[in-house]
């Protein structure tokens, strides 16, 4: 490993499956002052982001890196993202600019970015990768890493795991996760949250001992993975544009039969109308839907509800102090399984007849 450049400014990679907590992490994470100076990169897939509206606008520097996922199509944009900022604090644009946090997709495995970071030449040159971090729910673990290689390669490559939902497991499922988790990466450092303590320690309490990511602290596997990187970034950069200057679709690292739908709806519900179409979903087809999240505009409230929910289980809704943004509309994101939108849609315009508008997935 070279030695780190001092006036680098370090990047804190959030990483996490589906539904494990991430963004609600990364919020409290931001919530302290020690974080101040702090621009957050998100990365979201699917024509319509919801992750960037989530995030409390603690940082006024959040960057939505969209259309695609960090390890298939975006990883041009991040480094774009990372030049951008460092030329705007050389203009005096950002007043404070200490630390950079990328969170990635649920789906995304971190080592096409972890590569990025570390091999860009500028990035390289101005940024310090300075810790991986993922998030684990206590009670999916084995599932996650049982079914889908991103959650393993995640919890491989990180330097902190943070097993969440633990006031929601047993002792014994959280026990379990943990024995799986250091089975996984030795050398990681766990931590527990549970609601009201998600963050006990602070930022201090997480990032404390992260000062330059190494890959050789990791299991053979975590260098054979950023051997691939090398390899598929080399690729990349190849066959960007063929002998005719077309762009060459890139290709694409997850299961093809995952796919990402959005719903949009212009017509609020009736939150009894719209729980009973997403129980009928979640008791049908839960094992193929991994992930729904979204903004739901109830008729008769003035500010969003969100909803999250995997598989069959729906996590309790919260509500926003405000709209994030302009739209009034419903906005539903399903990361799925072998199950078209069409049934999506059916299940909605069952109760109360609501029709979803067109969007394109």
């Excluded at 988790?181 to 009201?196: E, T, Y």
């Excluded at 080399?234 to 739908?261: I, K, S």
């Excluded at 979640?282 to 193929?288: K, L």
Aim: contains cysteine; negative net charge; hydrophobic residues 40%.
């Amino acid at each position: 490993m070279s030695p780190p450049n001092p006036t680098a400014i370090p990047v804190t990679l959030l990483t996490g499956f589906l539904g494990s907590g991430k963004t609600t992490l990364l919020n409290a994470l931001l919530r302290d002052p020690a974080m101040a100076g702090c621009a957050v990169l998100i990365n979201e897939v699917g024509e319509v982001g919801l992750d960037h509206l989530l995030v409390e606008k603690v940082s006024e520097e959040i960057v939505l890196l969209e259309s695609g996922c960090l390890c298939c199509t975006v990883r041009g944009d991040l480094s774009r993202s990372l030049k951008d900022l460092f030329m705007r604090r050389l203009r005096r644009e950002i007043k404070q600019l200490d630390r950079v946090v990328i969170e990635t997709t649920g789906l995304a495995d971190p080592g096409p970015v972890i590569y990025t970071l570390m091999h860009d030449f500028f990035v390289a040159e101005r940024y310090r990768l300075d810790g991986v971090v993922s998030t684990v729910d206590a009670r999916h673990v084995h599932w996650q890493l049982g079914q889908h290689e991103e959650a393993v390669r995640q919890v491989a490559m990180a330097d902190r795991v943070v097993l969440t939902k633990c006031d929601l497991a047993s002792e014994d499922e959280v026990e379990a996760a943990e024995e799986k988790v250091h089975a996984l990466n030795p050398a990681a450092r766990v931590l527990k949250s549970r609601l009201g303590d998600l963050l006990a320690g602070g930022p201090a309490g997480l990032l404390e001992g992260m000062s330059l990511y190494d890959p050789a602290t990791k299991t053979a596997d975590v260098a054979r993975w950023l051997n691939e990187a090398a390899a598929d970034e080399q690729e990349r950069l190849q066959r960007r544009r063929n002998v005719f200057g077309q762009a060459v679709p890139p290709t694409l690292r997850h299961d093809e039969r995952v796919r990402t739908h959005v719903l949009r709806f212009n017509r609020p519900f009736r939150w009894v109308e719209f729980t009973t179409a997403l129980e009928l979903l979640q008791r049908g087809v839960g094992e193929r839907i991994m992930r729904i999240k979204g903004l739901v505009n109830v008729e008769g409230e003035d500010t969003p509800r969100v909803i999250h929910a995997v598989q069959h289980e729906r996590y309790p809704e919260s509500a926003l102090p405000a709209w994030p943004d302009a739209d009034r509309s419903t906005r539903l994101v399903f990361i799925v399984r072998d199950l078209p939108r069409e049934s999506l849609e059916r299940a909605f315009a069952a109760f109360g007849d609501y029709q979803a508008e067109p969007v394109g997935d």
